[in-house]
């Protein structure tokens, strides 16, 4: 069998965002599915972040 | 990208999937926009705000911040007049970028992929549940997610934090914990992990808006158990004078438009308190379409949705080939998503490693335009307004208008948020426009924007080091927030300055270097071992340093796992296909004896047995583990009925009785830990009480079992094993530091004395055995640390580059971080950051190229006179002699280089200088400081 070297992300909060990032850093092709309009998921919603209180945008 | 999507079905096997998707409209070219905003302007239907929590309202086509990526407006097709009734069509006709699309269709697309991860995060508490504290009926019982909104200056408010019923200012506010978390009747029965946290920070937040708030939090337990959060929120308490009380969730009623707050404190007393705003510090369900993400991947979900993974492959769903991240493994803090998210990138490169690069796309830039330079410097200065969190203080427009004045700027601008696309690509195409050869930006730290900013520079062909930043966000707006007039003079200030050194910086070279793709991992516990093995499996030889003679760690001392696995069947696993692996060399009775070197071409020495070994290798990932703490108090090492947890384990999985003659047993939590003896919280000592106390239940229904604790810091679903625990008959009496309990030796026999707070007083407990649940103390990190010259935190832990960004960094470039060695974590959480760890190394072992940072020093042979006084002081090893001729010169190792300056700032003969920081420049920025103030001088 062939493989792929793509790989499908699901998700666009912090955590699909970073493991695309790390997927095509690596040297693959990532698609990066989002049930929103834009990615960023909650972590966009915040403030400020614990305990440093970095932006979190 | 793919944005307003949603998963369909994934068929296939692991390494060549299909997976169907089905995509939205949004209605609007995402290249033609250009995020105007007179489609919004023109809209006449007015929709929730969701993404500021529907406290504000917008149109129908939005864009829902102003850093949003797509950087393109999408239209809400629910709301919209055109899309529904075939009417309306303002916005297409008022666009003047012709981006409104309304014959957009649904798409249904086929993507081929070898591997998926699911990260679809986290789901919202029912209202329902928040019913039951007020929330909906009585308006100023807000959740943290609405409070978070208030507070934040890009928010309805503006950042003014105001009652939702009468938007006066609140004086006294209260934070209600465990709200959909920890409660089995909302079917959330496991702790969300992040409130504890997010409360304190919220709370802090609002006092540093109004100083004069009156806040308490009501917390169950304390649950701050992160890497440094103790020490966090200690510090947030007494700055801000937080009022914590430990109690249930108190009921709310609502009493002449104020809010009544009744509780039960643990003494059994009953308290009542007037408040004028509730938050309820909502916890993290299970995604709401879980069952549907489910159904489409062919993925188990466990008891509360969440995704079903076990402790020994936490990233590994039910079904090959598909991995899970974040939220939906379990409920997380962002440092633990991020982690998770790099480990899961991990296990796809390794069922993948062959196949990479094959369908990679590289990005290229523009050749660098060098006319530019033969010109006189034509500085471009763009002052950000960052919303109002700059504009909120300094008068934006003024200091705009004052940079046109000074000698050199061409064009000078104000941008609402500079770092959001639509203003990067504005500042690209303006800087081509003006031919600007030095660009200003006045805005936030370039310790977090500087490279955003470079990289747009980049993009257009021009050298990221003609680009020079003003932190008029930190050094002007927050730290002189009372005083808006002498914040708006500094702005000035740092302008000019920044301008005068603009003028003269010179385009500094990108040089890249090979990298040697061999890994070397220090420590041969579960993270090593796992983070080696994965290195291995994505393609590249790994060495792995073990400094005992055997591999295994903490493991080999662990029984059972949290959930319940055998742990000696883990450690006989990895270590089978540790040794048997190709890829994986074991150096066994091996000391790491030095470093030297920088990323990608790194030269290791090891010793074995006397004898000395040097290996060249590309980078290091550190696991040297920890060490269970040694206890020095409650009679530990006198008596043999005084025992540590990981004691009680051993003898637990020993014979066929291990309980024999044992009636009671009492634990102990934090010894050791949280200002016993070492100032934090070690972590997993709650749960691995709980899992101990369960197994003597297991094996003897009738001990009687007693955990005297100070926080039950059993978070995620270790309190399903908390509940379990008090549900079989297990006491738990909670102490505070100021009243330990006593351990009484008899001549028969122990007995523990403690203050019981429903009683009001001592009781004493006989015990068989006492079970001191000890810390986790660091390894002895010091010389290793010293030898890669990577920084310990206080606490003796190595200290990681970034909490958030990069968990499993050190700030040396090339070496990576995981297990114990970071900091205490259970078993779970070392492995999902060994693979975290074992992903970024992999990274320049995969690109084959590192780029070395630009700003290096640099000597001028023609003046060194070869005192060798830098290379004695440079700490990276980035300086060496070299003998020119009969003469000895310094000379910079430009890829070790760390651009620290202790060289230039300690020559003698100034000969060395630092690219970005040269003498004139930083000269010219001095000048330019004094400037005004001697005009004003001699104006009087």
């Known amino acids: 069998m062939k493989k792929t070297g793509a790989i499908m992300v699901l998700g666009g909060g912090v955590s699909g965002v970073q493991t695309a990032l790390d997927l095509a850093d690596l040297g693959y092709y990532v698609y990066l599915v989002e049930k929103k309009a834009y990615i960023g998921g909650f972590m966009a919603q915040l403030d400020k972040t614990f305990p440093t209180n970095d932006c979190a945008i | ?940």
């Open chain 2, 1 to 940: 990208m793919i944005t307003n999507a949603s998963l369909q079905a994934i068929e296939g096997q692991p390494g060549s999937f299909v997976a169907r998707v089905h995509q939205e409209p949004r209605y609007i070219d995402e290249d033609k926009c250009t995020a105007c905003g007179t489609c919004t302007m023109y809209c006449p239907r007015p929709v929730a705000d969701f993404y500021n929590e529907r406290l504000d309202v917008t149109r129908a086509p939005h864009i829902d911040y102003a850093q949003a990526i797509p950087a393109s407006y999408y239209i809400d097709a629910k709301a919209c007049l055109r899309v529904n009734y075939e009417t309306c069509n303002l916005c297409a006709q008022t666009c003047t970028a012709q981006a409104i699309d309304f014959s957009q269709k649904p798409r249904d697309l086929e993507l081929e992929v070898g591997a998926v991860v699911l990260a679809p995060g986290f789901g919202r508490v029912d209202n329902e549940v928040l019913a039951r504290f007020g929330y909906g009926r009585y308006p100023d019982v807000v959740t943290s997610l609405e409070f978070e909104r208030l507070t934040c200056a890009s928010g309805p408010t503006e950042g003014h934090i105001l009652r939702p019923s009468d938007q006066t200012r609140p004086r006294r506010i209260a934070f209600l914990q465990c709200v959909g978390s920890r409660d089995e009747t909302c079917g959330n029965g496991f702790c969300s992990s992040v409130c504890c946290m997010y409360a304190v920070k919220e709370a802090s937040v609002a006092k540093e808006h109004e100083p004069d708030l009156d806040i308490s939090l009501f917390f169950m337990d304390v649950r701050t158990q992160g890497k440094g959060f103790d020490a966090a929120r200690k510090r947030a308490q007494e700055k801000y004078g937080l009022r914590i009380i430990r109690a249930r969730v108190p009921n709310v009623d609502q009493v002449d438009g104020r809010l009544l707050l009744t509780w039960v404190t643990d003494d059994g007393k009953s308290h009542t308190e007037l408040f004028d705003m509730v938050v309820l510090s909502v916890g993290l369900s299970a995604p709401e379409d879980a069952r549907a993400i489910a159904e489409a991947s062919g993925i188990e979900l466990n008891h509360y949705n969440f995704c079903k993974t076990t402790h020994d492959a936490p990233l590994a769903t039910t079904r090959d080939g598909i991995y899970v991240a974040g939220a939906f493994q379990g409920p997380k803090d962002i440092p633990e998503s991020v982690t998770q998210a790099s480990g899961v990138a991990a296990l796809a490169s390794e069922l993948l490693a062959e196949t990479r690069g094959t369908r990679s796309v590289t990005v290229t830039y523009p050749e660098e335009d060098t006319s530019l330079l033969e010109e006189e410097p034509r500085v471009g200065v763009f002052v950000c307004h960052c919303g109002v969190n700059i504009a909120g203080v300094v008068d934006v427009k003024a200091v705009r208008d004052y940079a046109g004045t000074l000698p050199g700027v061409v064009l000078y601008e104000d941008t609402l948020y500079s770092c959001s696309q639509d203003a990067l690509k504005s500042i690209a195409e303006k800087i081509k426009e003006n031919r600007l050869n030095r660009v200003v930006i006045a805005a936030c730290s370039p310790r977090t924007h500087e490279p955003l900013f470079q990289e747009t520079l980049r993009s257009i062909g021009v050298n990221p080091a003609l680009f020079e930043m003003a932190n008029i966000r930190d050094q002007c707006a927050w730290v002189h927030s009372q005083e808006p007039e002498a914040a708006t003079e500094k702005a000035k200030d740092l302008v000019r300055m920044a301008v005068a050194k603009a003028r003269l910086l010179e385009p500094l070279a990108q040089p890249t270097v090979d990298v040697i793709p061999k890994a070397i991992v220090l420590g041969g516990g579960a993270s090593g071992m796992t983070a080696a093995l994965s290195i291995a499996d994505q393609g590249y030889q790994t060495v792995l340093v073990e400094r005992s003679d055997r591999l295994g760690g903490n493991l080999r001392d662990l029984k059972w796992t949290l959930d319940g696995r055998d742990a000696g069947k883990i450690l006989k696993d990895l270590t089978d296909r540790v040794n048997s692996h190709t890829g994986v060399e074991v150096l066994l009775g091996t000391e790491f004896k030095g470093m030297s070197g920088y990323v990608g071409n790194f030269t290791s020495s090891l010793e074995k047995g006397g004898q000395t070994e040097l290996v060249n290798h590309g980078v290091l990932v550190v696991a040297t583990g920890g060490r269970p703490y040694l206890p020095k108090s409650y009679g530990y090492g006198k008596s043999k009925r005084v025992i540590t947890q990981l004691e009680l384990e051993s003898r637990l999985s020993k014979g066929k009785n291990p309980l024999r003659n044992v009636r009671s047993i009492v634990m102990i939590q934090c010894v050791g830990s949280r200002g016993d003896d070492m100032s934090y919280c070690s972590r997993l000592c709650c749960s691995q009480a709980v899992k101990n106390a369960l197994k003597i239940k297991e094996f003897k229904p009738d001990v009687r079992v007693y955990i005297l604790y100070r926080d039950m810091r059993t978070y995620g679903f270790s309190e399903d094993l908390y509940r379990e625990a008090r549900k079989k008959g297990v006491i738990f009496l909670r102490y505070t530091p100021d009243r330990k309990p006593e351990v009484i030796r008899q001549t028969r026999g122990i007995k523990v004395r403690v203050y019981d707070r429903l009683i009001g007083d001592e009781i004493e407990v006989p015990a068989s055995w006492v079970v001191l649940s000890v810390g986790i103390a660091p390894a002895e990190n010091e010389e290793t640390a010293r030898l890669i010259k990577a920084p310990l935190t206080q606490d003796g832990f190595f200290l990681e580059a970034h909490a958030k960004l990069r968990p499993v960094e050190v700030a040396v470039d090339g070496v990576y971080l995981c297990g114990l060695a970071h900091g205490p974590k259970s078993l779970e959480e070392s492995i999902s950051q060994a693979k975290a760890a074992a992903a970024k190394a992999t990274i320049p072992l995969a690109k084959g190229k590192v780029a070395v940072a630009p700003i290096v020093s640099r000597v001028d042979k023609s003046l060194c006179i070869g005192c060798g006084i830098c290379e004695n002081l440079c700490p990276f090893n980035a300086i060496r002699l070299v003998k020119e001729g009969k003469r000895r010169k310094a000379e910079t190792i430009t890829a070790s280089c760390k651009g620290c300056g202790i060289c230039a700032s300690h020559c003698p003969a100034l000969a060395i200088s630092m690219g970005g920081f040269t003498d004139s420049e930083i000269m010219a920025q001095i000048h330019a400081f004094s400037q005004r103030e001697c005009e004003e001088r001699r104006e009087s």
